[in-house]
């Protein structure tokens, strides 16, 4: 798998895409991220990838034509299964949404920034916009590396013990049950004794237990 964001602030993401899972999975050969700096694809002088928006209302808007060169240049390189853009108003991001996008191929994401974007880069460019909670953000780099991340890490051979990501919170569209180590007593504070008991189906069934109820207290939106 091959993730390309397209940014107008790649030195934001760089730290990023270099450290823990996600150069884990590139040093396997198992997915790679590449970052995109919108500003190499403007015509203008000044690099500049903005303008005023027409109608008047205030702020800057992102403009199609370095967006439409940059994601021709890259398909021109390779297919790809999604154009995402990240934007407060796109489908709610969750953890089936990224076990689905982690099972394609080669994905590119505009990260949003200013005021928005053109609103033809949406209607003509993109295949599916992503929203990663009901808030705003200065721009979309954090939502992509979020998105990266996710999709990243359950790509089966990433993490070393592939159960640990399939028993994350949401996989079963509830919480994880609560998890415990070494010492087993601290300050008096004790591990529950059905985790030392080492019988694997009297814990199992503590866990779902555990992840049930606290998904009903905390979560209950999930179970519905």
Known sequence: MRIDIITVLPEMLEGFVHESILARAEKKGLAEVRLHNLRDYSQDKWHRVDDYPFGGQAGMVMQ??????????????????????????GEQFNQKMANDLSLGGNLIILAGHYKGVDQRVREHLITKEISIGDFVLTGGELPAAIIADAV????PGVIG??????????????????????????????????????????????????AMERTKRLRPDLLK
């Open 152 to 155: 990243v890490r359950i790509i």
């Open 64 to 89: 199609i034509e370095p967006i439409d060169r940059c994601i021709s240049a890259l398909k021109e390189e390779r297919e790809y299964d999604e154009v995402i853009f990240t934007s407060p108003d």
């Open 161 to 210: 013990d592939e159960q640990s990501a399939l028993s994350d919170c949401f996989q079963d569209n509830m919480l994880s049950a609560p998890i415990y180590t070494r010492p087993r007593n601290y300050k008096g504070w004790e591990v529950p004794e059905i985790l030392l008991s080492g019988h694997e189906a009297k814990i199992n069934q503590w866990e779902f237990e555990q």
